[in-house]
């Protein structure tokens, strides 16, 4: 087996003018901060994930005030309340999973631009 033989040459360095080298800082400032907020989308994916029991009863607690105001708004006949009211109780279980999924897969991203929106100037 042969070495590889290095030469070495000399190095050309080059000064930069200071308006390339704040450029330069501002985007190595602006990639540290995308990698940054790539890191909280992740760690907000690992909470919901580990989280998910406590997510699936935020989601039921919303489902329930959701619905009762909804229906309270769309169908004031009495009796038909009380019916649409059963039936929304009936469907939870159905929402409890599907809004799980939906939260699992969207908030961990919406929450990220909404906590990015308030941290930029």
């Given at each position: ?16 003018a200071q308006e390339d ?29 580990r989280e998910e029991a406590?997510?699936?009863l935020i989601l039921e ?61």
């Amino acid at each position: 087996m042969s070495m590889v033989k290095y030469t070495e040459q000399p190095v050309k360095v080059v000064k930069l003018a200071q308006e390339d080298r704040y450029e330069i800082e501002r985007l190595a400032e602006k990639q540290r901060q995308e990698q940054r907020m790539r890191d909280v989308t992740l760690i907000l994916e690992n909470l919901f994930t580990r989280e998910e029991a406590t997510v699936k009863l935020i989601l039921e607690c919303l489902y329930d005030v959701g619905s009762a105001n909804l229906i309270n708004k769309k169908v004031p006949f009495r009796p038909l309340n009380r019916l649409a009211k059963a039936i929304a109780t009936m469907t939870k279980p159905a929402f409890r999973f599907w809004g799980y999924r939906w939260f699992k897969n969207n908030c961990p991203e919406l929450i990220t631009d909404w906590l990015q929106s308030k941290v930029t100037f």
